[in-house]
C-alpha cells in the first residue's frame, strides 16, 4: 500500500504504534496517586494478618465513608473485634486508629479537591450514574499514570517473553481475549488461556519450557479460585506474572509480581470495565515501544496479508 512513486502510506494501527509512543518519567508531578495506590502502598506489610488484611482491603474498597468512620463502626462493618483495628493502625505505622483515620481523611478530601468526588452524587437516572462511576474510574487510572515507568518496564518484559501468556478464566475472557488479539499483531508467540484446571496449567508449563517468562492475568470479580491456581501454578513453575484486576490487596494480587489495580463499574447487574481495558491497551503501547523495529516489520506483513485476502471493509 502507497502513493505512486512516494514513500508507502502507513495503516492507521501503524500511524498510532509511531505516535503513541509512552514516555517515561513522570509528565505531570503534581498529580497524586489514586486512592487505591495510595492505600495499597500504605498497607503494603509482609506481615498482616488475615484480620487485618481483611480491614486492609475494606478500606481500600469503601475509602470515601471509611474514612470517617469510628472504630465501633469500622470494627462492626468488617466483622473484627475494636483491639483488632487499633492493632491494624499499629501494623501499618500508625500511633492508633485516630492517627490512621486522618490520614484516610487526607487521601479521600485529596481525591475529592482534584476531581470526582468518589461517593458520586447520583444524577440523573442510574445509566448516567454507571457512566460518572467510571469516568471516576478513569480519572484515578490517569493519576496512576502520571509516571509511567512501571508500565514501560512491565511492557518490555512482556514484549521479551517468548512465548507470551496470556491468561484470564470466566468473566475475565473477555479481557484475555482482547489483549492476546491484538498482541498477536506485535509478538510472534501469544498463548491465550481461558480454561481453568489442567488445561491451563498444561499451557502454562508448557509456555514456561518452550523459554517463556512472563504471564499477564486478568482477575475481575467475581474473582475465581481456578485464577488464583493457576497463578500459583505459574509462579511454581517460574513464571513472573503480571496481574490487572480491581483488587489492591487479596489472595491472587498477593501471588502476582506485578499489580495493575483498576476500578470496575459496579452500578449495574452486570461490571463494565472501562479502565481495565485502558489498561490493558496501555501495556500494549509499552510493548510495541519496546520493540519498534519488530512492531513494524510484523504490522507491516499483517497489513500485506488483510489487504491481500480482503479482511476488511473498506471504510
Known sequence: ???????????????????????SGK?????????TSQLRKLFDKPRLSPG?????????????????LSITDLAE?????????TRFAAAVGFSGYPALRERLQTITLGTRAGGLA??????????????????????????????PDQVIEVGRRLSESTPLTVLGLRISSSLA???????????????????????????????????????LAFSMPRHAQETLTAVRVARTAGLKVALITDLALGQVADEADVVFATGTGSRLVFDSYAAPGLMAAALLQAMTDAGPERTQARLEE????????????RD
Open 52 to 68: 487485618q488484611r481483611r480491614i486492609a482491603q475494606y478500606l481500600i474498597e469503601h475509602i470515601t465513608e471509611a474514612a470517617f
Open 302 to 313: 499483517y497489513e500485506q496479508i488483510a489487504e491481500q485476502h480482503h479482511f476488511f471493509l
Open 27 to 35: 509528565t505531570a508531578p503534581e498529580a497524586e496517586a489514586s486512592p
Open 177 to 215: 481475549e482482547y489483549f492476546a488479539y491484538a498482541a498477536r499483531r506485535i509478538h510472534p508467540d501469544v498463548r491465550l488461556v481461558t480454561l481453568g484446571g489442567t488445561v491451563a496449567y498444561d499451557t502454562l508449563l508448557q509456555s514456561r519450557e518452550a523459554g517463556g517468562s512472563w504471564v
Open 118 to 147: 468518589a461517593d458520586v452524587v447520583s444524577r440523573g437516572n442510574e445509566l448516567q450514574a454507571a457512566v460518572d462511576a467510571e469516568i471516576e474510574n478513569l480519572e484515578n487510572l490517569r493519576r496512576d499514570f502520571a509516571d
Open 77 to 85: 462493618r468488617v466483622g473484627v473485634s475494636q483491639p483488632s483495628v
Open 1 to 23: 500500500m502507497g502513493d505512486k512513486g512516494g514513500a508507502p502510506v502507513p495503516s492507521p494501527q501503524q500511524a498510532r504504534a509511531q505516535a503513541s509512543a509512552i514516555t
